[in-house]
């Protein structure tokens, strides 16, 4: 089992609805929790962190979390051509060193017009 | 705020030569900074984590000779490649962490730099 999964994709989303992205994690005791969109040929932007069980909203972003089921996950409203790119969960893992982040492989979103 | 700079964006160089990136926190002091590797069609790769003023720890795998990470001040973290070979040609990126900003292990990460060793 990988410490961080991601469905790879990609997940293909019609203009204007909503893309649900998911990710699980395994260790119980993981901290905080990140999503991050990387466009192909670029590096890793961040779009929000969250470390409280529930949601947390940001414009069209909402990250949930829910440390019992151990998951996090994202939600894109009103998705946009302009959202296509990959989405890196990220992890903070309470037995990593440091603040090193365990990513997950990603899960590549498609907004078709 | 928190941004990250990285420089160059590409290289290309020879076989047997060494190159080095820059990074750098222009608006904030790291505390920590972390180099990835990222080969194409694949997920970020971890190469170490750098602290200001001491040695880099190294990801298992990775050889701390060939990669040299210097982390001098609290804003510039360097990753030498030396005598790099046409496998290390990949997109290099840099973060940067640092209570000031955001969640405390927030990481903001730089454009990458991209290494073509011919």
């Known amino acids: 089992q990988k410490e961080v999964e991601q469905n790879s994709g990609p997940l293909s989303v019609p203009e204007g609805a909503i893309a649900s992205l998911n990710c699980t994690y395994s260790d119980r005791g993981s901290q905080s929790f990140f999503w991050y969109r990387q466009y192909s040929g670029k590096s890793p932007e961040l779009i929000m962190f969250i470390y409280s069980n529930g949601d947390k909203e940001d414009g069209r972003f909402t990250a949930q979390l829910n440390k019992a089921s151990q998951y996090v996950s994202l939600l894109i409203r009103d998705s946009q051509p302009s959202d296509s790119a990959t989405y890196l969960c990220a992890v903070n893992m309470i037995k990593a060193a440091g603040n090193k982040l365990t990513f997950g492989g990603g899960t590549r979103v498609l907004v078709k017009p | 705020g928190a941004v990250v700079s990285q420089h160059p964006s590409r290289v290309i160089c020879k076989s047997g030569t060494s190159v080095k990136i820059e990074c750098r926190s222009l608006?904030?002091?790291?505390?920590?900074m972390f180099w990835y590797r990222q080969f194409p069609k694949q997920s970020l790769m971890l190469m170490a984590t750098s602290n200001e003023g001491s040695k880099a720890t190294y990801e298992q795998g990775v050889e701390k000779d060939k990669f040299l990470i210097n982390h001098a001040s609290l804003t510039l973290s360097t990753l030498t490649v030396t005598s790099a070979h046409p496998e290390d040609s990949s997109f290099y990126i840099c973060?940067?962490?640092?209570?000031?900003?955001?969640?405390?292990?927030?990481?903001?990460f730089g454009p990458g730099t991209r290494l073509t060793v011919l």
């Open positions: 608006d904030f002091q790291a505390t920590t």
């Open positions: 973060s940067a962490s640092s209570p000031q900003t955001g969640w405390r292990d927030t990481q903001y």
